[in-house]
């Protein structure tokens, strides 16, 4: 049984400047843990700890432990690269590749992968954009580039090529910050979706969006965990006062 992320005395740095700061917490498998906090309150560095894309930035380093069904992501002989597959991520803006179709887009990380059967990468374009709820939407037009397709179908493309490799952990950041409301809750709807497969982390300004779709929720403000526990208690009866704070509006 998957045990989903556990998270233990997380810090991370740009060059001298210290981001974050003793994070630990535990997003349980098949379920939806959400991440608020103002702007610059650490909420994308940790998401990007945990597939190991922060230390790509050059001066960028981490230490602690991320476990993913108990094994560490940051141990001896980890690959990197295997962990972004295993831990896929959607960003803030849609970004699909520009001179790819809709097919070629999904289809990307399998070939990157080796799968070259054309049967086989079908079957998987096919189930992927089922999952991102765009099939029918585009199943008549898979030649068409990726960037031809309205924002909130290229923020579900984008999905779609996240789920194709089947992770097990997927991160959003901020998925809806660049969408209208009606886009958005397709977006929402498909979180609800995804989650019976995978383990979602989403990063978002929007608290209302965070009492819709996750069961628990980390409170983030100035590079530190403030607050972590289940979303309805969260924003019910909060345990510290920053967070009321910030959930009532007086401060972020």
Same mark, same amino acid.
């Given at each position: 049984m998957a045990d989903g992320l556990q998270v233990t005395d997380l810090n991370a740095w740009f060059g001298a400047r210290h981001v974050l700061k003793d994070i630990s917490l535990r997003a349980p498998a098949n379920g939806v843990t959400a991440l608020i906090g103002p702007s610059?309150?650490?909420?994308? %560095?940790?998401? @990007?700890?945990?597939?190991?894309?922060?230390?790509?930035?050059?001066?960028?380093?981490?230490t602690g432990q991320v476990l993913l069904d108990g094994? /560490?992501?940051?141990?001896?002989?980890? +690959?990197?690269v295997m962990v972004r597959r295993r831990i896929g991520m959607v960003f803030q803006?849609?970004?699909?590749?520009? %001179? $790819?179709?809709?097919?070629?887009?999904v289809a990307a990380g399998l070939r990157l992968a080796g799968i070259r059967d054309k049967d086989a990468v079908y079957?998987?374009?096919? @189930?992927? #954009?089922?999952? !991102?709820? #765009?099939? +029918? &939407?585009?199943? /008549?037009e898979l030649h068409k580039s990726g960037s031809s397709l309205s924002g909130g179908q290229q923020q579900r493309l984008c999905i779609a090529r996240a789920v194709a490799v089947q992770p097990e952990v997927l991160? $959003? /950041?901020?998925?809806?910050?660049?969408? /209208?409301?009606?886009? %958005? !809750? @397709?977006?929402?709807?498909?979180?609800? &979706? #995804?989650?019976? &497969?995978? %383990?979602?982390?989403i990063v978002t300004h929007n608290m209302q969006q965070a009492a819709r779709v996750s069961e628990w929720t980390g409170f983030f403000l100035m590079g530190e965990l403030i607050e972590f526990g289940v979303t309805r208690e969260l924003f019910t009866a909060p345990r510290e006062k920053k967070t009321e704070e910030y959930i009532t509006g007086r401060f972020g």
């Open positions: 610059g309150c650490g909420k994308s %560095t940790f998401v @990007r700890c945990l597939n190991r894309m922060h230390e790509v930035v050059p001066g960028a380093r981490s094994e /560490d992501l940051y141990g001896p002989g980890v +690959d990197p803006k849609p970004n699909p590749f520009p %001179t $790819m179709s809709i097919f070629g887009n079957e998987v374009v096919e @189930r992927a #954009l089922r999952q !991102a709820a #765009l099939w +029918d &939407e585009v199943k /008549d991160l $959003m /950041d901020e998925p809806c910050s660049a969408l /209208d409301p009606i886009a %958005t !809750a @397709r977006i929402e709807e498909l979180i609800l &979706e #995804l989650k019976k &497969e995978l %383990t979602l982390i």
